[in-house]
Nanobody, 122 residues
Framework: VQLQASGGGLVQPGGSLRLSCRAS????????VGWFRQAPGKEREFVSA??????YYDDSVLGRFTISRDNAKNTLNLQMNSLKPEDTAVYYC??????????????????WGQGTLVTVSS
């Protein structure tokens, strides 16, 4: 599966962005898909995922970010509201077959998009 992420940019604190990830093939619907982010000097960290129709969020984004997938269009979206400077990072979409206990582990995802930069700054 090839993934292509888009939608990043520069936004002021409190603003919103919508990230999208398009998959290259129809088997996209069979994968668990998620968003991770990596800030400079830090490890890649879990943001949100969709597994078996259920959504999961890191506590740091709960209530501000909303993940959604459209299997008919092979796309995964992340609506980000009330953005904070600490949300600044490169955001990656991933696809894989993690079990529930490894859902937040980037090593459990075998396919990655190229990343899109989100900068939250005034």
């Amino acid at each position: 599966v090839q993934l292509q992420a888009s939608g990043g940019g520069l936004v002021q604190p409190g603003g919103s962005l919508r990230l999208s990830c398009r998959a290259s093939e129809g088997t996209f619907s069979s994968y668990t898909v998620g968003w991770f982010r990596q800030a400079p000097g830090k490890e890649r960290e879990f943001v949100s995922a969709v597994k078996n129709g259920r959504t999961y969020y890191d506590d740091s984004v709960l209530g501000r970010f909303t993940i959604s997938r459209d299997n008919a269009k092979n796309t995964l979206n992340l609506q980000m509201n009330s953005l904070k400077p600490e949300d600044t990072a490169v955001y990656y979409c991933g696809a894989g077959r993690p079990i529930l206990s490894t859902l937040r582990d980037p090593l459990a995802y075998g396919y990655w998009g190229q990343g899109t930069l989100v900068t939250v700054s005034s």
